[in-house]
């Protein structure tokens, strides 16, 4: 047999062992290669997501409202513990909860149950290098509030799911949540990761500045506090506006709750504080002289038989400003029959009332307008000094904003975003408005809202007393008040707007008297925050130093 | 001779060229995975980092909220709320710069602290 033959037999048999290998190797790679390949990755590669980022919230100045701190959770998955009661003292330590607890929470999950959220970094790395079998733990984002309960009616809350519950955090859900970053991780024999590449970058959204003033909101809750922990009302609520643009500075309610914003949600009777309204019509349309009397009946007068109008003290004649100054609903229903209700109802519309604002806030509500084939003689007359109608709190800044401005109704601004202000109508001429904002000014220097005076500077607003309706026996109580004040100031450039609105205040119950010391008291810390110059110099006095 | 035993010192200049790009992407496949695990380390601790800022930011916005700074102001300096008849607009007088608008300015215009 010549060598070359004798080579390849030998080379034949050599290799025969490996063609069986080789057939089984095309088979592996050519034949089921995806099907393989697929298993491989699901074994070895991950996805490692982070949690999704949430905008903060800022105030005008872009001081911190709300912000997302990372933070972790942890699971159990009940299916990979075989006893409950060895898990839970083994984790007990580390997460600081009682064994019993763990032990309860892992027998009543289905499969899956939240151990503990909120977790930090520490306590995530103690879990992580514990590896205790059937836990698992997960990044997370913690919505923090870094100034307690400021404007938490406004803000809202988030869930621990990550979204929006309530306030703005629920209506710019969509805005403020991001997308998570997520990056493709291969991992070794030993479960430890090795990054491969990042397979989304992510989106981290930009903070959104709100026209809220931290400053300004403090004040007004402050303002509110007060009262509200001695028991002096049973709810109470304080916003600001810039009535220059409509800017929302402000918005306190009393008891603080982040799932509800009374400022927006709720509609109250307004009580006399809607008088600027029946006085504007009269104003605008020049339908009452500036020096027309018109006679207080003594405090009572019958409007139609069983229906009489009272007054809280009696009067004698008074023209349109005095009828303002004394607050008299016999006055202002005697202008209101001049101004007639198609003019009434249109001013009335003209401010809003009755249609929502547009505010970006959940469960706005549109208040109560009767229509205006509703508005008979006693019905024009009671909605003349705000009876028998319902406004949001809202509404009514805008409407003393409008009247603060020369005449300008704006859209509520909530959103500092550079984009200009919405103007929404003119609603009276400017000589009208005028007209109406002295007026004003002498409810506070005359009439009844005397304790709503800063010295050294010219206030203007008018109080608001009104019955509330008992809920039992569906007519209005004699016990339950809403005392209100708005206004603005200094009033010779208005720069702030200004709703108080007590619910059922304890004892004395007149807007004059409880109502309008809060809008002093804010309006002179606002003032001296700002440092603005007095507008009325005081008649030189001898003055000690502190 | 050479011939005979097939070795073509061209072919060895291949093979071994072949065996160095070999060695190379082992090489790289090994400095990859490394660098796998590097940044995955550096991932966690810029993670531990990332934490540990926010608590910091979060402590100093719970230290200048405006709750928190009244409170210090009032129990730690016996600071009281402004009116604005006790502030004094001292712009054009202190901007003059002379030593006696400066002391001026620097008059005290709430009586001491009352803790």
């Known amino acids: ?546 | 001779m050479d011939a005979l035993m097939g070795f073509d010192p061209r072919r060895v200049a291949k093979f071994a060229g072949l065996g160095a790009l070999l060695l190379f992407l082992c090489w790289q496949h090994v400095q990859a995975t490394r660098i796998g695990y590097r940044v995955e380390t550096t991932r966690r601790e810029a993670r531990a980092l990332r934490s540990r800022v926010a608590d910091l930011r979060l402590k100093v916005d719970e230290t200048m909220a405006p709750a928190a700074l009244a409170a210090r102001a009032n129990t730690k300096l016996g600071m009281i709320p402004a009116t604005p008849d006790s502030l004094r607009s001292l712009s054009g007088a202190a901007e003059s710069g002379g030593l006696l608008p400066r002391l001026w300015a620097r008059l005290p215009l709430v009586g001491p602290s009352r803790s």
């Open chain 1, 1 to 546: 047999m010549d060598l070359g033959l004798r080579l390849t037999v030998a080379a034949a048999l050599t290799l025969s062992p490996l063609l069986p290998l080789g057939a089984r190797l095309a088979y592996l790679q050519v034949l089921r290669h995806d099907n393989l390949s697929t298993r491989a990755s699901g074994e070895f590669a991950r996805t490692a997501k982070e949690a999704a980022p949430r905008a903060d919230l800022q105030d005008r100045h872009g001081r911190v409202l709300a912000r997302s701190n990372p933070s972790w959770s942890c699971f159990v998955d009940k299916a990979m513990v075989k006893d409950p009661n060895a898990f839970g003292a083994k984790l007990s330590p580390l997460l600081g909860l009682p064994a019993s607890e763990i032990a309860r929470k892992t027998r009543a999950a289905h499969r899956f149950a939240w151990l503990k959220t909120g977790m930090t970094h520490g306590e995530f790395t103690q879990l992580a290098e514990a590896r205790v079998e059937g836990l698992g733990l997960v990044p997370a984002q913690e919505r923090v509030y870094p100034n307690g309960d400021l404007a938490r009616g406004v803000l809202g809350l988030v869930g621990a799911e990550g979204n929006g519950l309530a306030g703005i955090e629920m209506s710019q859900n969509k805005r403020l949540n991001g997308r998570a970053r997520r990056m493709d991780v291969i991992r070794d024999g030993q479960g430890r990761s090795i990054y491969k590449n990042v397979a989304d970058a992510g989106d981290e959204p930009e903070p959104l500045r709100l026209t809220l003033d931290r400053t300004a909101q403090y004040l007004a809750e402050e303002a509110l506090r007060e009262g509200g922990e001695k028991g002096q009302f049973k709810e109470g609520i304080v916003a600001i506006q810039d009535p220059r643009n409509g800017e929302i500075l402000a918005m306190a309610a009393w008891p603080p709750n982040p799932l509800r914003n009374p400022l927006v949600q709720d509609a109250f009777e307004p009580g006399s504080t809607f008088k600027v309204v029946t006085a504007l019509a009269a104003v605008d349309d020049r339908v009452v002289r500036p020096d027309e009397l018109f006679s207080g009946e003594g405090g009572k007068w019958q409007l139609t038989p069983g229906v009489t109008i009272t007054d809280h003290e009696p009067e004698g004649d008074m023209n349109l400003t005095q009828i303002m100054e004394r607050s008299s609903n016999i006055g202002v229903a005697k202008v209101v029959e001049r101004v007639g209700a198609t003019r009434f109802y249109r001013l009335a519309r003209a401010f809003g009332f009755g249609a929502k604002t547009g505010a970006p806030l959940p469960g706005e509500s549109a208040g109560e307008l009767k229509p205006l084939s509703d508005l008979t003689k006693v019905g024009l007359a009671a909605s003349s000094y705000g009876y028998g109608l319902a406004v949001s709190p809202l509404q009514m800044l805008g409407a003393y904003s409008a009247i603060a401005n020369g005449g300008t109704l704006w859209e509520p601004k909530f959103f500092a975003d550079g984009e200009p202000p919405v103007k929404v109508r003119r609603v009276a001429s400017e000589r009208a408005v005028r007209e109406i904002s002295l007026m004003l000014e002498g409810v506070v220097d005359r009439g009844t809202a005397a304790s709503a005076k800063i010295p050294g500077y010219r206030a203007a607003g008018k109080t608001g007393t009104a019955r509330k309706i008992d809920p039992l026996t569906r007519k209005y109580s004699t016990s339950a008040y809403t005392a209100s004040f708005a206004g603005f100031l200094p009033a010779s450039a208005p720069r702030w707007t200004i709703l108080v609105i007590l619910h059922e205040p304890k004892g004395a119950y007149y807007g004059g008297l409880v109502a309008a010391p809060i809008f002093a008291r804010l309006g002179s810390r606002l003032l001296a925050l700002e440092g603005v110059p007095s507008d009325r110099p005081a008649a030189p006095t001898l003055t000690a130093r502190r």
